[in-house]
T-cell receptor
Framework: GAVVSQHPSRVICKSGTSVKIECRSL??????MFWYRQFPKKSLMLMATSNEGSKATYEQGVEKDKFLINHASLTLSTLTVTSAHPEDSSFYIC???????????FGPGTRLTVL | TQLLEQSPQFLSIQEGENLTVYCNSS?????LQWYRQEPGEGPVLLVTVVTGGEVKKLKRLTFQFGDARKDSSLHITAAQPGDTGLYLCAGVAGTASKLTFGTGTRLQVTL
């Protein structure tokens, strides 16, 4: 099956710093990737759609200048949380679109803690 | 905005019991997927249903897509502790690839 990795798996940073999270499709190419955020004991909320070679499409209420997305290649999308604050602490999950049916394959997630 | 409401939100049962999780919406979906997620991990796809009335079985799990493609159910027979996790339904509307996730059902199966 299609495998998606994320790095790092968990990160702790100080308030005001920026954090970059990588999402890679390991055995397939993905022109479209998605970034989700999940709060404890809650469901996944779509933040943005990442398209290779073009600007990301952000969901309503998600600050594009706060959450920078770059999809520079067919196997890599990055999410940078700029000037992170404690309220940005969350579980960030990416997915990559694969196959004719457009199935999303999910990464293992990145736990961000902002002190 | 498409909303997918799952019920129950939380279910604690003993090994061997049966259970059903419901996923309801007022919107029509072209397909619906069920995922299971364990703490600290990403969701894992269990099944995709695309045809109204479709029933799919995966060992002890039975998935059904409503005739009108607005709702779905997941039935687990003889639950085991390994079934413990967060169950999420997610729908795709139209030809877009975006997933709308349900509110989630947290299942705990004890010995």
């Amino acid at each position: 099956g299609a495998v998606v990795s994320q790095h790092p798996s968990r990160v702790i940073c100080k308030s005001g710093t920026s954090v970059k999270i990588e999402c890679r499709s390991l055995d397939f190419q993905a022109t479209t990737m998605f970034w989700y955020r999940q709060f404890p004991k809650k469901s996944l909320m779509l933040m943005a759609t990442s398209n290779e070679g073009s600007k990301a499409t952000y969901e309503q209420g998600v600050e594009k200048d706060k959450f920078l997305i770059n999809h520079a290649s067919l196997t890599l999308s990055t999410l940078t949380v700029t000037s992170a604050h404690p309220e940005d602490s969350s579980f960030y999950i990416c997915s990559a679109l694969a196959g004719e049916r457009g199935t999303q394959y999910f990464g293992p997630g990145t736990r961000l803690t902002v002190l | 905005t498409q909303l997918l409401e799952q019920s129950p939100q939380f279910l604690s049962i003993q090994e061997g019991e049966n259970l059903t999780v419901y996923c309801n919406s007022s919107s029509v979906f072209s397909s619906l997927q069920w995922y299971r997620q364990e703490p600290g991990e990403g969701p894992v796809l269990l099944v995709t249903v695309v045809t109204g009335g479709e029933v799919k079985k995966l060992k002890r799990l039975t998935f059904q897509f409503g005739d009108a493609r607005k709702d779905s159910s997941l039935h687990i027979t003889a639950a085991q502790p390994g079934d413990t996790g967060l169950y999420l339904c997610a729908g795709v509307a139209g030809t877009a690839s975006k997933l709308t996730f349900g509110t989630g059902t947290r299942l705990q199966v004890t010995l």
